[in-house]
């Protein structure tokens, strides 16, 4: 009997960035409810932020289902009772699967999204904001990690060579503005609440929904 192909996919920076972030997310997270993770991709945080995260559930979403699949691949391989099974997500959809019956259980309390909004179109942090506006209850924490230009200016010469890869693969990607993605948000009713420096170059955004 031949063993199945592993499906796992592998995102070299998130072993490099998954302990920064898990230190945030520890400071700002509510104690409880579900945290929803918008566009997982391979499934490795996924995996990781739901071990330390506890009592929280980790839902991850992602619309690729390669990507959903490299998410079961990670669940079973390092298997976690507070681990939710991966939504088919678009971030632009009008209508999110977590707004339907049956609702995640018990209800979101955070949406969290690592490295999307650079590699998608502008639609998608709209897309984003849009969601985030409609499910976070009052006081819902939205956070958001990446880079981000400032004033219009890269943080850094290794940011601008990385923002030209990015429009070279696709010109509707980019390093965004960090005052552009703070407007999208509070079109939403979503407050930025604070700034996280974080290494090689990257931000956590905060954002608590009114």
Known sequence: MNTPPDQRKF????????????????????????????????????????QHLAPRQWLPSDPNPELRASIRAWAEYLPCDHLKPPLDLDANSPIWPVEK????????SAIVNINM???????ACLGLMAGAGRILPPG????????????????????????????????????????????????????LIKVYPMPANNFSLVFAHK
């Open 117 to 123: 909004i650079h590699i998608s179109p502008w639609s």
């Open 101 to 108: 019956d049956p609702l995640p259980e018990p209800p979101i």
């Open 11 to 50: 995102a070299p920076a998130t072993q490099r960035n998954r302990e920064p972030i898990l230190e945030v997310l520890l400071a700002i997270l509510p104690q409880n409810g579900t945290i929803l993770e918008v566009a997982s991709g391979t499934g490795e945080h996924a995996v990781f932020f739901s």
């Open 140 to 191: 819902g924490i939205l956070y958001l990690y990446g880079p981000y230009k400032q004033n219009g200016e890269h943080t850094a010469p290794s940011n601008t060579a990385f923002d030209e890869s990015l429009q070279a693969q696709d010109p509707a990607w980019g390093v965004r503005n960090l005052e552009d993605v703070v407007k999208s948000a509070e079109a939403q009713n979503l407050t």
